[in-house]
């Protein structure tokens, strides 16, 4: 009973540390959210490639590199070759609007140092994504759902 106890108390203190943790991280990343949206700028840029690739293989300046955690160093993100006027720059780009960048198009985007927030395509139509293909266990849930009643039929 004593083990069960003590136990208990150790995941008890543990999940109150993580909440604490928790809030401070909070705090911190709605500081940066803020400094990202006063600095904040529309710039017209060509896009020439998107990729996820290691910060260290991005060709980001080396201030970037020594700023970055350790631990983000080989983690992939979302990197943007761009040419901004007469140069080209390589630009992480917000994860939530990756996915929507177009590619060899002009376009308006709303940059922060060197990190895209939104973009707007400028010149030509914008393509719409290509539709994943489903796999075999989606199409065979999908058709057994239809059956069942659980979904509308086509």
Do not use: W
């Not at 904040?40 to 300046?61: H, W």
């Amino acid at each position: 009973m004593k083990v069960f106890l003590i136990v208990l108390l150790i995941i008890v203190i543990f999940f109150i540390i993580l909440y604490f943790l928790g809030k401070k991280a909070q705090k911190k990343q709605a500081e940066q959210q803020a400094m990202l949206e006063q600095s904040k700028q529309t710039v017209s840029m060509l896009i020439i490639d998107k990729k996820r690739m290691k910060l260290k293989d991005a060709g980001l300046p080396s201030v970037v590199m020594e700023q970055a955690p350790k631990l983000m160093r080989n983690s992939k993100l979302p990197i943007i070759k761009a040419k901004v006027g007469p140069q080209i720059m390589s630009l992480i780009c917000d994860e939530k609007i990756f996915d929507t960048v177009p590619v060899k198009k002009e376009v308006k985007a709303v940059v922060s140092g060197i990190y895209v927030l939104g973009v707007k395509g400028l010149h030509g139509k914008n393509e719409p994504l290509p539709v994943k293909k489903k796999s075999r266990f989606k199409r065979a849930l999908e058709a057994a759902q239809e059956k069942a009643g659980a979904k509308p039929i086509k």
